[in-house]
């Protein structure tokens, strides 16, 4: 499975934006997908995760201001940042689960910037 994360870029305190990430390969066996951010000095951490039957789980310092979403005949998954906060800026990350074999995939990251 290849991962392609796509969407970042800078935006004010207050604004919106939308990343998305497109999966290729073994697609069909693929079962959860999240994404994850690493901010300036700080550890990769989940920002939201969606399974394979739509159950969704965030963290809690983007619940009801984050969305992620998951088009299975696309493979593709979004995650749609609103209200963003300069404590958002970080590198994005997706990630896809493979429970058949037992393997995690990540994309290639995606910079958000969020200014005051």
């Known amino acids: 499975v290849q991962l392609q994360a796509s969407g970042g870029g800078s935006v004010q305190a207050g604004g919106s934006l939308r990343l998305s990430c497109a999966a290729s390969?073994?697609?069909?066996?693929?079962?959860?997908m999240a994404w994850y951010r690493q901010g300036p000095g700080k550890e990769r951490g989940l920002v939201a995760s969606i399974s394979s039957d739509g159950s969704r789980n965030y963290a809690d310092s983007v619940k009801g201001r984050f969305t992620i979403s998951r088009d299975h005949a696309k493979n593709t998954m979004d995650l749609q940042m609103n209200s963003l906060k300069p404590e958002d800026t970080a590198v994005y990350y997706c990630k896809a689960d493979r429970s058949i074999v037992r393997k995690s995939y990540w994309g290639n990251g995606t910079l958000v910037t969020v200014s005051s």
């Open positions: 390969g073994s697609t069909a066996t693929i079962n959860s």
